[in-house]
């Protein structure tokens, strides 16, 4: 009987160990950013130039903005949590081929980006980078439209609850950051995750706004619950297209799909009929 005693409470010790550590250490398995660029849109012939900002804490931020000379407006990718923008570059060409300009920026601690992630920190860097594109380059909150893919989609959710955009994608995302602990690590209570992210939460906020949900039913991480879930809170108009492939080269997979979507989406002018061309 001791022996059971034994075994037993050395499991639930080991078991309070891994959730302590998990605990301490969510930071790094959440946020996976690296430093150095794999490529750069110089490298690989594409048209970009560096843009920095500085958010209202005072961490500079870099992005690149491609141009689009043929279009007025402009889309915003919030990437996933792992990387930089340099491993995106194709996601640009697509949506520049779409029909929009494109602006891809990296997170606080990501790529040349300045400080360290966090929940706040994000929804202050997008806030920046959204203002400098009402600033800056002179875009109309209309002709603006958020793009966040993953972990990125809870950022750019966030931010259309602050503009007035011509609408908002979402890729393979996420209801709220504690629902997706459970799906991952269902032996882990959901509440010791320190940040919310709470897609859907932003999504329900949002009224007469465009919206479309992309998701693949292959997707191996996000599942595609997820974004079955988000379509039915969402708001209309909105509209769902089923992505291939799994959660990391579903763009890949469905690459002609979703610059198919994409330029139908910017073209509805139900969405934004007063969209400068």
Not at 52 to 74: C, I, M, N, Q
Not at 175 to 204: C, G, H, I, Q, W
Not at 210 to 233: A, F, K, R, T, W
């Amino acid at each position: 009987m001791k022996s059971i005693m034994s075994f037993l409470l050395t499991i639930a010790a080991g078991y309070l160990v891994i959730l302590l550590l998990m605990y301490l250490f969510q930071n790094r398995l959440l946020f996976m950013p690296t430093s150095g660029f794999i490529q750069t849109p110089e490298s690989v012939g594409v048209t970009a130039v560096d843009v920095w900002v500085e958010t209202e804490d005072g961490v500079k931020l870099h992005a690149w903005y491609f141009p689009h000379e043929e279009s007025g407006r402009v889309i915003v990718l919030s990437h996933g949590n792992a990387g930089n923008i340099s491993y995106r570059i194709d996601i640009a060409r697509t949506l520049l081929d779409a029909g929009a300009a494109v602006l891809m920026y990296d997170y606080r601690g990501y790529g040349k980006s300045e400080g360290r992630p966090s929940e706040k920190g994000l929804y202050k860097d997008i806030t920046a980078f959204t203002e400098h594109l009402k600033g800056e380059k002179g875009y109309p909150e209309q002709n603006i439209y958020m793009y966040g893919r993953s972990l990125g989609a809870a950022v750019a959710a966030y931010a259309a609850t602050k503009y007035d955009l011509g609408g908002l994608v979402l890729d393979s995302a996420f209801k709220n950051l504690r629902a997706m602990v459970s799906d991952v690590y269902p032996f882990v209570p959901s509440s010791l995750a320190r940040y919310e992210f709470p897609t859907e939460t932003y999504l329900r906020q949002l009224e007469g706004m465009p919206v479309m949900i992309m998701h693949s039913p292959d997707d191996e991480i996000v599942g595609y619950h997820n974004g079955q879930y988000l379509y039915e809170v969402a708001n209309e108009p909105k509209q769902f297209i089923e992505l291939r492939g799994g959660h990391n080269d579903n763009f890949f997979a469905s690459r002609d799909l979703i610059e198919r979507s994409w330029r139908e989406f910017l073209n509805d002018m139900s969405n934004n009929p007063d969209a400068a061309n």
